[in-house]
């Protein structure tokens, strides 16, 4: 250990040259705490200043210019344009603009981010929702009773002995879900009842495209958005601007134990659920839009879904995923945009990120700094 | 610095002393290189010696105690019980046994786990599945042809161009999906027939309960199990044992590209699949079991709609997770056992345990060290 | 399948009443977009937006509640203590204030977060630093060279080729350690002089409690500061402002490599860095503190060497961890606050709280809503 | 929705046709249960089942490909070399062989995998060791008294009311510790005693290369490996086997605590460590190695450092990484080893793998299918 002469192995290694930096590489940068913007910063200038910070600060930064980059597009005026052609979405002047296609999991409506959604739909930022079962329904049952803050940590037999369902760190009395049922019942006989008569009219034709005997599950979920009729819900204002809600799996929580129980009382009579037309529904929008973007919170069968419907047009144009899903286990919520481009659900020039993170961390401050970077009334 | 006198308040914090360690505290211990046993161990030896190692060893060998008991659990003999009770599962010699719902995501059909999964539906050791689409597509394909090995990081845009789909490490050349349109189209259309069939001759009554007019997810997959009838497939297994494959957003995934493509050939006629009739199904069996299990492989839809069945018996007897979700973000997915278990989908004195693992690396050691500890001959 | 009558199972366990909601429940809510402030909002109204929002966004607005707390917290003046106590930081009035450890991993020093730490150290905002080796040298490398943007997804043989190092999205190209190496040589040979001169004067006494013979970490580290003498450096403002940065791991990277060529260079000489006076150094602050609190930015040492000199006190009084460790394998990087209160390294009673998230994400909006909600001349 | 022709777009997008696949493909393929070696499989029975299982599986058995091929590498025979080349490790017949660096963090120590790692020093499976203070501590507490198992979700104010420290799952009474305090201070007595009398024998070259005043971190652990002198012990065997174990932060833990409260006790003579000596020691090793293999479980400090000591030698030849830490937050933990090849940690050419998992779940299984397939008698 006493040698006096350095091994010119660790020497070269360790200080071995690089190569001239290409006047193309960006420095590492920070927030600027001699400018007064970085003090109580705004949310466009927080974005500003993780751009170059690197890891997720990046990738939150990417996620914003991406979105501002979808939300601005604009193509031709529908004048221009065969008539075959006008299809997808348009601005108020006319405009082509992008098909944005929003996901996100049940947890998030439970979550104080309901608002931002509902506010992203109010003023029609998105074209297409595909949400799990209990985005559906927890957003109706907030209209009736709240949810609260709990821990992480309570545990359940307390919990169940009280009629409390914990979420993560959040509380649901289980009365809400009696309240829920009391309303939706009268709803699921009305729907049961249009069903019949339809079938009855139509015969051999009732399972047809585009009868009136057959409810989807995005058809259903307008009619819940139209009958809460409250401005605090995302079903509402969906309704009220005709952007369409999927949930292939509407079953799958609250409403599908309404529906089951609906089975006993409707006997033999039921309701049914068909979830081709809504397949056919939403790969229609894809293949119509002129541009397609996809907004993805959360991880599980509403991103899949979204995917799998742009690849209906080879590919979306931006993506935005947000989720704590990581790859290595090959599960398809951990999975980078990248592994959608080789399936042909992005396209390989199309510009997309994924952002590693708790969703209500992010949203909130990347809205707060595209969407809702100007009231609604000044953006427009 | 240069004090010489140590403040009673450190030593006191750290020479604390603790109460004395009751008799039932159990030692932390590991492999006992002493044996023979130890050398390239078997499964139940290794299991048996990472009971007591800590962190997510013992949590795998917990796992496996579980599924042992719920395996092995028997109640009354058919003939000892009132004829109304007389539901659930029973064993070929009449006694009542444990219902068991195994959950898996489509990537773990994707992956070699396809045999294991297959091992148990062909044994019978469960007695209803719930899968994501990909999972009821991908055990039909690799009937029809193989998927490969790849790598996480092989770029999207290479494979797109050369028409292979990346899942993972995994890839699944694109000409595998156009087998699957040859295979599954003609099966559509007799599924279709009959569907109109059926609603001719029903009128009014035909989207009325167990309406042969009404075709279901779990219905459609028990007849492609039967149409696959090949001994190495999951569906086929199911068919034959009568075991149902829930899958509530089957359109989610390539057959619902093919449901999709059918749209347009069958047009004005439409192929249905129902998702109410499905709830009905699987939470009938949750009431009628004796005693119910729950086996979740991955998160996301499959996690939540089995643990939601067992709500309907106020909670599962048994449940072993095995994911690599996390609670911190409020997602079902991440869910540990106690949060069911204050929604009542996992009864408070029930044996739950969580492993979080990419299912690849411990479900092949769970099954060789419980389900397939002994060949099925000698088991039984 | 056909029966018409709801078991009364199901019923019971769905529509079970839950306890009546006590007034002290808090009801989960989000962004209000009627006011003015949701739009490009301000870091303040972005947290308290998120307080009740639930899953992670509670937790950054705890995150920031705790640190407004501490940051705020004020005691006895100092003269009104008697002598012996009065120890620990105290306020340009004289009032006794909060000791705040803070730590943080290396990866935030090669992110555009340095200039958050930066501004943290500089306005004294902490008392004592702990950091891994790269924290250290980046921080000095920085004012030598800057550190570029990158991609996770390089791959790492092409840039061995050109001497790119990556650090996740980052790049450093080798050239700045071969500068660093110039800088640092100099001041080794001065260093080990030092020492050496030390070392015969003081004889047999020379190992003794506060000897100058023996160089630490932190003395070695807050010479660099002195010798950098750049307002951009992390290290010239601790030197500046007195605050010791302890790295008990000093010699785990470049400069480990610099001190490890230097055993060549200066043979038979050679430098020593003793970390026994550096942990006697950090305990003392502890348990000097009126109060004690931890800023835990990323898992590893620095979060444990933190949390164990807090021991000394029994237990800090604040804690924010921010994180993606979990705590599922055992690891002190993923353990929770509630693991170091079972320790006495946080007292039971103290406010404390874990954010699961990616430090970049979320570090300079807590900063900007707390520390840096006023420029400091304001706050002051 | 009611169109009868499906657009082109969409057929060639989803039956997009791919090349042929190459020869070299693997298929993916499972566990085959028509062998009886499926049932109760035998660890390597179990990692052929895995090697095209993908996702984790696959990469638990490249690991063990990895490991037994960096175990049973041998070059050149010792007398076939020139004498200055006659460095690093060779087998008892004189042919080289792979020096190994195997790091491991403190929680793996504390859980029952402390056999398994000794069982690998016990029979010289490892040329070195790199771990954190606890991972010392423990091994030496544990020969004192036992760690029990506890639970994840123990309130950690319970436990510190009875003195019971919780990791992870684990729990160690506090009196462990006293009883490690009772052991240790009276060998710290003899190696302050030790480094004074050294100190006052070698005056001005006390600090130089070699000097037996100075003890570091290297040093003083193979002491107390010698001291604690029981064969389940890792330390035991390490200092038996003269396998060095290196802890550049060893004062971070409650040896820490102990050092911290001699330097009271001693003084005002103290007991130095120092750590530039070891960083120079470990680094010889590498470059002295004919080949080196890298040997990771777990993350931060343990994995950088040996990760910088390959550098010194432009990287290692093998490396496998076994942890839960993932890039995105582009910590040093969750980087994959393709960062180090950026850095010339790990050679271009390397074999290495990262496995994503808990250390507990898979190294059992993987030292059973390698280093313990055979027993050790049998294997030489």
Redesign the interface.
Known sequence: ???????P???????????A?PDS?????????SA?S???????D?ID??R?????????ATACDIINEMDSWRGEHRDSLEEHKRTGEFDSQGFQKATVFMGF???LI???????LR?LVQHKKVSAIVA?A?GIEEDLIKVLA????GD??????G??D??????????V???N??KF?EWIVPILDRVLEE??KA??EL????????SP??WT?SRLIDRLGQEINDESSVLYWAHKNKIPIFC??????SI??M???H???A???????????????I??MS?EASRAGMLIL????IK??IC?AC?????ADWAVYI?????????????R????????K?K?EARSIK????????W??I???TF????PEQAA
Chains 1, 2, 3, 4 share one sequence.
Request: with cysteine; glycine share 10%.
């Open positions: 250990m006493g040698e006096s002469k350095l091994p192995l660790a020497a070269d290694a360790v200080l071995k040259q690089s190569v930096v590489f960006v420095k590492v940068s920070g927030v600027d705490y007064d970085a003090y109580n910063a705004r949310a466009t927080l200043s993780m170059n910070m690197g890891f997720q600060a990046s990738s939150v999991t049940s947890n439970s979550s104080g981010l309901r608002d931002t506010y799990s209990g709240p949810t609260y803050m992480f940590a309570l545990p359940g037999k919990l169940r009280q009629g409390l369902n914990r979420i993560g760190n959040l509380l009395p289980n009365d879900y009696c049922e069903q019949q079938l009855e015969g051999a034709e009732a399972l047809n495209a585009d005997a057959v599950p292939p799996a509407l079953t799958d929580g599908g134990d529906l089951f129980f089975t006993f009382k006997s033999p009579q039921r309701l049914r659920l068909d979830i081709v037309a809504d397949i056919r529904r790969n229609s293949m959360g991880g599980g069968l899949h879904h799998n690849l209906m047009r080879n590919g989720n704590t899903g990581q790859e290595f286990d090959g599960s398809d919520a951990g999975a945009p990248d592994e959608a481009v080789s399936w042909g992005i390989a952002v590693y993170a708790d969703v209500t961390v992010v909130p401050l809205v707060a700094a809702a970077a100007k009231r």
